[in-house]
């Protein structure tokens, strides 16, 4: 092939080129904005965008803020017995020292030491319930944290709960906390999922909004069974 085929070849192809874009761009326009051609349309497909808002609950958030709302109302609780040191938690009920706790913390015929945030209280024993395993106490304290009772009617399975516990080390005391669900539930008890060491007994369970649900046991297979609020009430005169 010579040169001369060559650029013929090369101009036909941009002349070809050049009348498509005219075609495309001003020919085709032209004649279909016509009434000949008025059933064509040269508008783009609509695109629509929707904004989507989400509102994420930030559950740790809450989670964290509830436990730094509750983790005043905790006592300590310490009980010499003949055969050994039981050692457990207690929930502060009313701001002049109202407490509650496990029945089987504080057995009769014992030495006992309660604590709130390390500081040892006077105290006065006022019942216990051995059938309820409850026990009222006063402590010689005021001016004390109060917490909000949940409504039990209002519980639900799969809802969001925590306990707080304080422990007794040598010198102070300090608080432990745990999270979970409710497992199952009815009046006389609310399971979770959670697994604990006998020395959280006596623990508040709480809600994702600080409120209190029931104070804690633990069976033998270290799992959290909790002691109803509307129990509690009842036992406490409430």
Do not use: C, H
């Amino acid at each position: 092939m010579t040169i001369r085929n060559i650029l013929k070849v090369i101009a036909f192809f941009a002349v070809g080129m050049i009348g498509g874009i005219f075609a495309d761009q001003i020919l085709w326009p032209y004649f279909v904005e016509k009434p000949l051609f008025s059933q064509y349309s040269l508008e783009k497909a609509l695109v629509s965008i929707i904004e989507k808002k989400e509102t994420v609950i930030q559950e740790n958030t809450a989670l964290t803020e509830a436990i730094e709302k509750e983790e005043n109302t905790i006592m300590a609780v310490r009980s010499q017995t003949a055969s050994g040191t039981i050692e457990g938690s207690g929930l502060i009920v009313t701001s002049d020292g109202l407490t509650v706790t496990l029945a089987e913390l504080v057995p009769q015929g014992s030495v006992f030491s309660f604590f709130i945030n390390g500081k040892a209280a006077p105290f006065q024993i006022l019942k216990r319930d051995l059938n309820k395993n409850l026990a009222l106490i006063k402590l010689g304290e005021s001016n004390l944290p109060m917490v909000e009772f949940a409504d039990f009617s209002a519980i639900k399975l799969g809802e969001r709960v925590f306990l707080i516990g304080e422990v007794i080390n040598k010198k102070e005391t300090s608080k432990l906390v745990n999270e979970g669900i409710v497992r199952k539930f009815d009046k006389s008890s609310i399971e979770t999922n959670m697994s604990e060491k006998n020395i959280l007994k006596g623990s508040p369970l709480f809600n994702i909004k600080g409120e209190v649900l029931g104070i804690n046991t633990i069976n033998s297979e270290g799992r959290v069974i909790s002691i109803p609020i509307s129990i509690i009430k009842e036992f406490i005169g409430l």
